[in-house]
T-cell receptor
Framework: DGGITQSPKYLFRKEGQNVTLSCEQN?????MYWYRQDPGQGLRLIYY???????QKGDIAEGYSVSREKKESFPLTVTSAQKNPTAFYLC????????????FGSGTRLTVV | EDKVVQSPLSLVVHEGDTVTLNCSYE??????LLWYKQEKKAPTFLFML????IEKKSGRLSSILDKKELFSILNITATQTGDSAIYLC?????????????FGKGTRLHILP
């Protein structure tokens, strides 16, 4: 079955460490997105990519980096420059001119210890 | 600045009650409005609304859009404990070259048995 897979489901990071969250999709979707979700804040866009080897900053890109070397994969790195990284991270994908919005992964909960 | 505002932010009702969730928006060149249900992890798609006054229904859930007043409502009748979730409203602008969707902060609904 097609879908989006995020891994790991839970991730603990020490302060000062970089960590990478994985997002893989086999839906043949062109566009992929990373959102951060905090309690009471809804979904905030970190980065998005419409095609391979191209990506753009979203509303809260500082302290994060991404790559899009393959259509299926859009990993997110949370760097030590991100001051408050503890959150729930959602990856999503869509076809161009989608009819059903985004398809979401199951998320990664990152906790800084 | 484009924005989506949901109300209430939190709602607690008893099983069997009917609830109405609100979503208002200010978006340049509106294309569509989407509703998602998020239980624990990945948001799941409920409805996409593009035309005013046309109700979309799925079982006990229904939604309608008013493009003149710039809002949408999501109704849930005969609520069940399984309806407990965060309900997200999102809006897609027309001529959306970047393929971005703007999310509201969500309504956290809790159904008491």
């Amino acid at each position: 079955d097609g879908g989006i897979t995020q891994s790991p489901k839970y991730l603990f990071r020490k302060e000062g460490q970089n960590v990478t969250l994985s997002c893989e999709q086999n839906l043949n979707h062109d566009a992929m997105y990373w959102y951060r979700q905090d309690p009471g804040q809804g979904l905030r866009l970190i980065y998005y990519s419409q095609i391979v080897n191209d990506f753009q900053k979203g509303d809260i890109a500082e302290g994060y980096s991404v790559s899009r070397e393959k259509k299926e994969s859009f990993p997110l790195t949370v760097t030590s420059a991100q001051k408050n990284p503890t959150a729930f991270y959602l990856c999503a994908s869509s076809i161009h001119r989608r009819e059903y919005g985004y398809t979401f992964g199951s998320g990664t909960r990152l906790t800084v210890v | 600045e484009d924005k989506v505002v949901q109300s209430p932010l939190s709602l607690v009702v008893h099983e069997g009650d009917t609830v109405t969730l609100n979503c208002s928006y200010e978006v340049t060149n509106f294309r569509s409005l989407l509703w998602y249900k998020q239980e624990k992890k990945a948001p799941t798609f409920l409805f996409m609304l593009t035309s005013s006054g046309i109700e979309k229904k799925s079982g006990r859930l229904s939604s309608i859009l008013d493009k003149k007043e710039l809002f949408s409502i999501l109704n849930i009748t005969a609520t069940q404990t399984g309806d407990s979730a965060i309900y997200l409203c999102a809006v897609e602008p027309l001529m959306n070259r970047d393929d971005k969707i703007i999310f509201g902060k969500g309504t956290r609904l809790h159904i008491l048995p």
